[in-house]
């Protein structure tokens, strides 16, 4: 692992004011899509408890130090990319509940989250996870229903047709293909894949039909594996490229591995050692940093080591869409590692190329800690 900066400080009041910076700037045109990126699925109401010194014990009652509220589930990506500059689309069902209405607000008045193709649906209550942290990792137990179909049997959560984007996440289902993928894939919309745990454990790629119309896979090194029956996770990146033009492998604390079958390139970036307080989301904000490098024309290795840094920079905070990292914070995390003495040259040279993209204020202490919303201090108008 590399090394870069120092561990967790004191807590920052007050919350993080966000810059404005544009990735796909000098790739814009008038010819562009409404939407740099789509995506759909279902989101939570997390509630996070922190500073808990050990897991719940049976039949005890443990206090928790902290505890904070954000949208969960599908937000966590779509937050991530919305905080890294991209024009970001969104399709969910909500309750018409407090918390669905407090997760509405939060994506679009605080993300700025376009939801015009969401639909908040009546009598139906928000799916809740509550997550423990502690040691670096946590438990969490969820709760939730299927949205009832919209009129004509359509799911509640896709629209029929979804937005004109120039990239969409989607998270594949063995056994189970999704529409809109193919139809967003026919329209030139570039769709970037990731996968949940097989718990029918076929691990059978047949299974993951859609994936013939995505241009990347991103699984971790387990599921790449077991999929491939590859031994070793970069040689089922490389199985993989049968089935799809990009394979993303992340490899846990050795970092990712990526090949393009296109190119022909293959690329490795080292993790970035940080200590963890929260895990949450780290894969979701780790394919939102890959879509945005990607969208942005990067070489390969800096895309794996700009999705590799936000995963490390979210993992120091707690909570899943809270924890998305925002140039501001990258800004400040680049500003802070390069006054470190006797530190490494090479991995601040891997890291050079986003000086040319970064805000030149002047940057706040690094790490930061956000202050953590919860429900309850607003009122329904």
Do not use: K
Not at 39 to 45: A, E, P, Q, W, Y
Not at 205 to 232: K, Q, V
Not at 319 to 347: C, F, M, N, T
Not at 367 to 373: Q, S
């Amino acid at each position: 692992m590399t090394p870069i900066g120092e561990g967790p400080q004191a807590a920052e009041a007050g919350p993080a004011r966000r810059t404005r910076v544009d990735p796909l700037a000098p790739l814009r045109t008038l010819d562009d899509p409404p939407w740099d990126v789509y995506l759909t699925g279902t989101v939570f109401l997390d509630i996070i408890f922190t500073g808990l010194d050990t897991a719940p014990v049976r039949g005890t009652e443990s206090w928790a130090r902290g505890m904070g509220s954000s949208p969960g589930g599908v937000a966590n990506m779509a937050t991530a990319l919305a905080r890294l500059g991209l024009r970001t689309s969104l399709a969910a069902a909500f309750g018409d509940d407090h918390y669905g209405e407090y997760c509405w607000d939060a994506l679009e008045q605080g993300e700025h989250i376009d939801l015009s193709t969401s639909r908040t649906i009546g009598g139906w209550h928000s799916p809740v996870t509550v997550s423990m942290a502690y040691e670096g990792e946590r438990t969490m137990v969820s709760h939730g229903h299927e949205p009832p179909p919209a009129p004509g049997a359509v799911p509640a959560a896709v629209p029929d047709h979804p937005p004109h984007a120039r990239a969409a996440v989607a998270s594949l289902t063995p056994g189970r293909s999704a529409p809109w993928i193919a139809e967003a894939a026919r329209r030139g919309t570039r769709v970037f894949a990731d996968v949940g745990w097989d718990d029918t454990g076929a691990w059978d790629l047949a299974g993951l039909t859609d994936l013939a119309h995505c241009e990347a896979f991103l699984p971790n090194a387990e599921e790449a594996m077991r999929y491939t029956g590859a031994t070793c996770p970069r040689a089922a990146a490389h199985a993989l490229t049968a089935h799809v033009p990009l394979a993303v492998v992340t490899l846990g604390a050795e970092g990712a591995y990526a090949v393009d079958r296109r190119t022909g390139e293959s690329a490795e970036v080292p993790a970035i050692a940080v200590e963890a307080l929260d895990p949450t989301g780290a894969g979701d904000v780790f394919v939102a940093g890959f879509v945005t490098g990607t969208l942005a024309d990067w070489p390969l290795a800096d895309r794996l080591a700009f999705a590799g840094l936000t995963a490390a920079l979210s993992v120091q905070e707690f909570g899943g869409s809270l924890s998305a990292p925002g140039w501001s914070e990258i800004a400040a995390w680049w500003r802070r590692v390069q006054s470190v003495r006797g530190q490494d040259p090479a991995p601040l040279r891997r890291y050079a190329f986003l000086e040319s993209l970064l805000p030149h204020e002047a940057a706040r202490p690094w790490p930061l800690r956000r202050a953590v919303p919860t429900i309850g201090f607003g009122r329904s108008a």
